[in-house]
Each structure stands twice: as structure tokens, then as C-alpha cells.
């Protein structure tokens, strides 16, 4: 384990140090937070400002760097052995949209430090892993670093509009060329530190899966009218009784048919009892469980395929009966549920044939990644964290939302969504929310994180079960 010294200006690991002066700290920082969201721009500009910002990565022999659908981009570092399968890292450029006038503490495309934080959308989702992964493969790059092990970075620029332009081409070109992988690392889940409550230290969760997703659209057509002679059931008003029926009844508990179990049977040494005595027999309690976590929506996550009516159209005057009643529900679909099913149980729950149910899109969770003691991915990585934080406890984990990752599941039988970023009480609501942050220790620990990852994946084997005592 080594530590950067960016307040020093220096970059050290086992004695050598490197210059990283303090203007090029600052600039490898705001990169690539001072673009209001926007993708970055294919012209050669920009391109100029990345190599400056990460010289060796752009002119080194060892990397190909190419731009995919013109604004994502892809890198390959050749490997010394090319009969070890090569991985993927990923991660994306784009962000939400964010306003100061939102509430924020510092403008949301600033970089402004407060109290040791870097502010600014995009610190935690995505652009902390996009900056740190390109700094470790910089770093790695000047100490004169060659992988054995050869592997693709691929940074996309529209994953929060589901990566149809930037993953998938990415996905769609690797697959022309008949690349394989052994598996994939996204953004998804992160260490948890006094999140869970009841859990006794930090817990590092590394995504196994992700849920599905569907958006569908309920619309309701009558005829128009005067508002003073109003029939008994308006379009708004049966489009609403509909919603309020899906609202009413939510998708059955599912709780321990998917992902979830392995979570907390590997956390459960780790709480207080009684709960630890419930997780450790979740084959008894298991219903009890999902009674529990369904009470908070940030766990009721975990127990069913969730129902969020997000969008609500109708009338264009206060005087007339509107016609037309639309609604958008966007559902997350649980590990145990099908899309199909999900479908069915919308047309049983809303009842009535006077709502068209079309589907807008959608596609079914995707498949659970191995977690054993035999899977390279999931104990390079957890032996990573483990050796940069020993205290952390490591579990599968399933993320509730979606990432780029799932447009590679073609391309391999394992990907997992993780990055170092330590979420302590009111983080997670920073997520697409006002004030989003990170620290710069906690970034510091994320090129850290990557600048050994990169390293152990050179390992033809899995080592021996981690200890506290090891050497890389």
C-alpha cells in the first residue's frame, strides 16, 4: 500500500517519488468537472487537455487510444502475456443535470474544495473513477510499469441516458473484433460506513447483479367536454383510480430469492444480536426480514420489484374536460422477476379496460456473477479493498439501479459494479441530489485502489485467502 502526497506535490510508493506539482493536481481534478454535464467534445483541443492532464497515458507505446461513436472513449494496454484474458474497466463521463439555485453549497460544476471536499456534480457518479482509474494507469506508466495481464479501459459519455451511443458501440465494436473477457469492473455499489443499521463497521458491497428496469405508459382516451357538465368518471379520473391501484398494491416480497441473500448472510457475523442471530437463519426468517427492510424505501429496494409513477400528463384548460390522460410508472425489476411477469402483474393489478398498458422499454435483471472462493474478479478486487482497508467487511452485493456495464454481458460471464467511495449517513442522498461531494482523501484512495488493482489482475492465479500480512 503506498500513499499519494498530493499536498506535497509528490507521488510515492517504496521510497520513489514522482513530481505531480500542484498546478497539475489541480488541473487532473477539475478535468473533468468543468464541462456542465456536457459529453466531452471530440476536437482536438480537448484532446490536447487530456494529454496534458495524463501525458504518459496518451503517448505511451503500451496504449491504444481510440474515440467510439465520437465522444466515448476506449483504451487497450497490451499486455506482455496475450494468452491471459484480458478485462475491462469502465466508467462514464456524463452527469445529471444540477442548478445552484438548487441549494448547493458551491457551485455544481466548480471543483470548489469546502472542509477538505471536493464539490461538484459528477464527484461520486461517475467522474471520481473516470479521473482515478486514467491517474493509477499515469502513475503505473512512469515507474515503467508493463501489465502481463492486458486490459480495455472504456469511459462513456451518455451512461445516465442508458449508453445507447457510448456503451453499446463500445460493447458492439469489442465484439466485431472477438474480444472476450474474463470480466468486467463498473461503478455500482461502494463501502458503507454506518449506513446499515445495526451493522457493526464499514462494509464494502460489490455489485453481483443489477435489477431490471421497465418504463411503461398507462393513457386513458374519452371524450372531451365542458368543464360545467362533467361526466362521472373524467379521463384524469380513471388514469388516477389506475395509479392509485399499482400505489395500493406493490409487487410481491421477494426478499432472499435473488442476490440479497448472499449480502447479508456474509454481514451477518458482523451486527448486533438479535439481528445477528436473524441473519445467520435468513432461511427461517427470511419473510420476517422482508417485512422489516420494506418499511424504508431505501431497503424496500432490496425485497420486490419496485412501482414509481414518475411522470403524469393532462388538460390544457381549467375549463375543459382534457380527453387524453397519460402517466410514465418506471419499475426496477427484482432478481427472482421477469420482465413478462412484471407486465402481467401491472394488467391484473390495474383492471380496467379502459387504460391501454404499453410498454416502453425494458429488459429483464441481469445475471448474477460469481462471488465464490473461485471467482479471479470478485477475490482480486475484495483482496484489494482488504489490503487498503482491512477493517472493511466484503460481501456480494446488487445494485438497484443500472449501469453501462450491462451492455458487455455478452462479452463475459462476470461483471461487477464497485468503487471505493466510502457513503457515510446522508451520503446516498447526495447521489443525483444537491451537494454531491467526495473528499480528497477519499479520491486520493480511489487512484490508490486502482493503481493496485491493476497490479494484482496481473496474477495468473487467485492467491490464498486474504490475511493481514501479504506482499504485491
Not at 273 to 283: D, T
Not at 387 to 405: E, H, K, L, Q, Y
Request: aromatic share 10%; proline share 6%; with cysteine.
Amino acid at each position: 500500500m503506498f500513499k499519494l502526497c498530493f499536498n506535497k506535490g509528490r507521488f510515492a510508493r517504496a521510497g520513489v517519488y514522482y513530481s505531480v506539482n500542484e498546478r497539475q493536481y489541480q488541473r487532473a481534478v477539475v478535468a473533468l468537472f468543468d464541462h456542465q454535464g456536457a459529453p466531452l467534445r471530440a476536437d482536438p483541443d480537448l484532446l490536447r487537455g487530456h494529454a496534458d492532464t495524463f501525458p504518459t497515458v496518451f503517448s505511451s507505446s503500451l496504449v491504444q487510444h481510440e474515440l467510439v461513436a465520437n465522444y466515448s472513449h476506449l483504451f487497450w494496454v497490451r499486455g506482455s502475456q496475450p494468452d491471459l484474458e484480458p478485462y475491462l474497466l469502465l466508467a462514464h463521463m456524463d452527469v445529471v443535470p444540477a442548478s445552484e439555485a438548487d441549494g448547493w453549497d458551491a457551485p455544481p460544476f466548480s471543483a470548489q474544495e469546502i472542509d477538505g471536499f471536493i464539490y461538484g456534480r459528477g464527484t461520486i457518479d461517475d467522474k471520481c473513477a473516470v479521473m482515478g482509474i486514467l491517474q493509477a494507469l499515469e502513475y503505473l506508466l512512469i515507474r515503467g510499469y508493463a501489465p502481463r495481464r492486458g486490459f480495455y479501459i472504456g469511459l462513456g459519455h451518455d451512461e445516465e441516458v442508458s449508453g445507447y451511443n457510448g456503451a453499446v458501440n463500445m460493447a458492439r465494436l469489442l465484439k466485431q473484433r472477438g474480444v472476450q473477457l474474463l470480466f468486467v469492473l463498473d461503478e455500482g455499489l461502494a463501502i458503507l460506513d454506518g449506513v446499515i443499521s445495526g451493522l457493526d463497521g464499514p462494509a464494502a458491497l460489490i455489485g453481483v447483479s443489477e435489477k431490471g428496469a421497465a418504463t411503461v405508459k398507462l393513457s386513458v382516451s374519452t371524450a372531451p367536454g365542458h368543464s360545467s357538465m362533467p361526466p362521472r368518471e373524467t379521463s384524469i379520473g380513471i388514469l388516477a383510480a389506475a395509479v392509485k391501484r399499482l400505489e395500493d398494491n406493490p409487487m410481491p416480497r421477494l426478499f432472499g430469492r435473488g442476490p440479497e441473500r448472499a449480502t447479508f448472510q456474509h454481514l451477518a457475523h458482523k451486527f448486533r444480536l438479535p439481528l445477528k442471530f436473524v441473519m445467520s437463519n435468513l432461511w427461517l426468517f427470511s419473510p420476517l426480514l422482508g417485512r422489516v427492510l420494506e418499511m424504508k424505501p431505501e431497503t424496500n429496494a432490496f425485497v420486490r420489484t419496485t412501482t414509481a409513477v414518475t411522470i403524469f400528463n393532462s388538460g390544457v384548460k381549467v375549463n375543459v374536460i382534457p380527453s387524453y390522460a397519460e402517466a410514465y410508472v418506471n419499475l426496477r425489476i427484482h432478481s427472482a422477476h421477469l420482465l413478462q411477469e412484471v407486465l402481467d402483474l401491472i394488467h391484473l393489478t390495474v383492471a380496467d379496460q379502459r387504460v391501454k398498458i404499453d410498454l416502453v422499454q425494458g429488459f429483464d435483471p441481469l445475471p448474477v456473477s460469481s462471488a465464490d472462493e473461485k471467482s479471479f474478479g470478485f477475490q482480486i478486487i475484495k483482496k484489494t479493498v482488504l489490503d487498503m482497508f482491512p477493517t472493511v467487511t466484503v460481501a456480494p452485493g446488487i445494485c438497484v439501479g443500472n449501469t453501462d456495464s450491462r451492455n458487455f454481458k455478452d462479452l463475459t460471464r462476470d461483471i461487477y459494479r464497485f468503487a471505493p467511495v466510502w457513503f457515510k449517513p446522508g451520503d446516498p442522498q447526495r447521489f443525483h441530489g444537491i451537494n454531491e461531494r467526495i473528499s480528497k482523501k477519499n479520491y486520493e484512495e480511489l487512484v490508490v485502489f486502482y493503481f493496485n488493482l491493476i497490479q494484482n489482475f496481473d496474477l495468473q492465479q487467485l492467491p490464498e485467502p486474504h490475511s493481514s500480512v501479504h506482499e504485491l
